[in-house]
């Protein structure tokens, strides 16, 4: 199992770099060829019009990167603490409500055949909690 470092920021220098070019790019596709507002656009405006962004910008990355792991599930997970192997059962299609708006992905499904259990049970409280 992948180890986290938590507290440990990704946001390398290369990272804060193409995010500046990415914001750039936003004023563009936001406020056109000008990249910024109308004159007198208030400050809270502004920051409104980054915070939309944001949260989608945040929604998309947490999206696409659950879709990638639950597509890219190592064959070693597949292996329960008793030894036994599952065998995959397809996807369900899982959603999470963050903050920042729902984010979807078809969660691998699987069962042990000896002992006839299910190995990703559905659980209603998917989260921090579980």
Do not use: H
Request: charged share 30%; glycine share 10%; net charge negative.
């Amino acid at each position: 199992m992948a180890k986290r470092t938590v507290g440990k920021s990704k946001l390398t220098a290369e990272v804060r770099q193409r995010l500046g070019e990415i914001a750039r790019e936003a004023q563009w596709l936001l406020y056109g060829e000008g990249k910024c507002p109308e004159w007198g656009t208030s400050f809270a405006e502004i920051e409104d019009d980054a915070k939309e962004v944001g949260y989608e910008l945040i929604r998309l990355l947490m999206q696409y990167s659950v879709i990638d792991q639950a597509e890219g599930m190592p064959k070693a997970a597949l292996t329960s603490d008793s030894g036994e192997v599952a065998e995959g059962a397809g996807t369900e299609e899982r959603t999470l409500e963050t903050e920042s708006g729902p984010v979807t992905w078809n969660e691998p499904q699987a069962y042990l055949p000896k002992s006839r259990k299910a190995f990703f049970p559905s659980v209603e409280g998917f989260g921090t909690g579980r």
